[in-house]
């Protein structure tokens, strides 16, 4: 196959992933023009119709999507042979492209990652934080964070972080106003902050447990809002009841802006594992991220 066939097809790639000729082309130094030109070309050559293009972005035909799955194990291979390359070199480097929900990325990869850049100079990191359950294979991300609960069985998963809580909390003024729910159930009669759930657009039902009893509750309230720290701020404002990861809340409980509620429904449960395909051989890079994230790492 001709050189510039390769190029082309990894230029289709990249822009397949990237669902925009914008985006691509400033991952691969051209003009968004110029990728387009090629892509033309390579579709001509290839007698067949790869891209849908539109006015807001471009998405794969049949035909794309067929040879996108061709290109991907290819490309994978191909990437991860590089990366192992590194062992020949002093430093370590290469590419790790992790998504991670937010709080996640705020507590916990992000306050290693920080370090771990400083140590390895040669290794690249980014970081999707987004809450939604994305598929790392698909998008091509070399690892992902979820709670210990969501991970699928056929993952490879390392903790790196302690047990969460989920708290019921409120300002001090609503609930002397309103008064405070002794049970969950108790809720459905109070004001009370949803959480839109990205993933599936739906509301967060509140989640509770009590010697074995698992209580799940449908709240309302005048405020529905996708981010804890918009939440914390309705909640001091006293728009409410929220439901937080306790860290969210722990200064204002203690400057007393905040209560906690049904404390003894709010157990806590398994944190964030980064988890990753168990049958994927990981890079000296990734290795070396692995060990650093691992909870309880020195």
Known sequence: MPRQNLADLEAFAIVAEEGSFTRAAARLGVSPSALSHRMRKLEARLGLRLLARTTRNVATTEAGERLLEALRPAIETIDR????????????????????????????????????????????????????LTDIIAERYDAGVRLGEQLAKDMAAVRIGPPLRMVAVAAPHYLEANGIPRAPHDLTRHKCINLRMSSSGGLYAWEFQKDGQAVNVRVEGQVTLNSGHLILQAALAGHGIAFLMDDYVTEAIRRGELQYILEDWCPPFDGYYLYYPSRRQPTPAFSLLVDALRYGAV
């Open 81 to 132: 042979q590089l990366a192992d390359l590194s062992d020949l070199r002093e430093r370590p480097s290469g590419r790790i492209r992790i998504t991670a929900p937010d709080h996640a990325t705020r507590t916990l990869l992000w306050p290693a990652i920080d370090d771990f850049l400083k140590r390895y100079p040669d290794i690249e990191i980014e970081i999707n934080a987004e809450s939604g």
